[in-house]
């Protein structure tokens, strides 16, 4: 089973930037739909982006533009990078994958590997 460990996360300020990474072991990630998920305090886990090797990204609506993931398949590792933070994306930040896909990569339910989750905090 593919072990997950994100990293990267921080206090910024509105309108910083920050880029988060996810490191796996155990699987090579450029053989999964790896994607970042969020959780606020007393919210549901949410989408945040996804992608797998030659297909295009995913990305929610509230971070469209904004934020960007990527690979380094040399590195088995994922990126999110997030530019012009909002108080609003405060949240702990998890990365997640899955061989199969079987209804929406959006769908939390879809992904069986997990990471810890970083706490990314954007100040007002």
């Known amino acids: 089973q593919v072990q997950l460990v994100e990293s990267g996360g921080g206090l910024v300020q509105t309108g910083g930037s920050l880029t988060l990474s996810c490191a796996a072991s155990?699987?090579?990630?450029?053989?999964?739909?790896t994607g970042w998920f969020r959780q606020a305090p007393g919210k549901e886990r949410e989408f945040v982006a996804a992608?797998?090797?030659?297909?295009?990204?995913l990305y929610a609506d509230s971070v469209k533009g904004r934020f960007t993931i990527s690979a380094d398949n040399a590195r088995n590792t994922v990126f999110l990078q997030m530019n012009s933070l909002k108080p609003e994306d405060t949240a702990v930040y998890y990365c997640?994958?899955?061989?199969?896909?079987?209804?929406?990569?959006?769908?939390?339910?879809?992904?069986?590997?997990w990471g810890q989750g970083t706490q990314v905090t954007v100040s007002s």
């Open positions: 992608r797998r090797t030659s297909a295009y990204p």
């Open positions: 155990g699987g090579t990630l450029n053989s999964y739909v």
């Open positions: 997640a994958t899955t061989r199969v896909i079987r209804s929406s990569w959006r769908d939390v339910g879809q992904y069986n590997n």
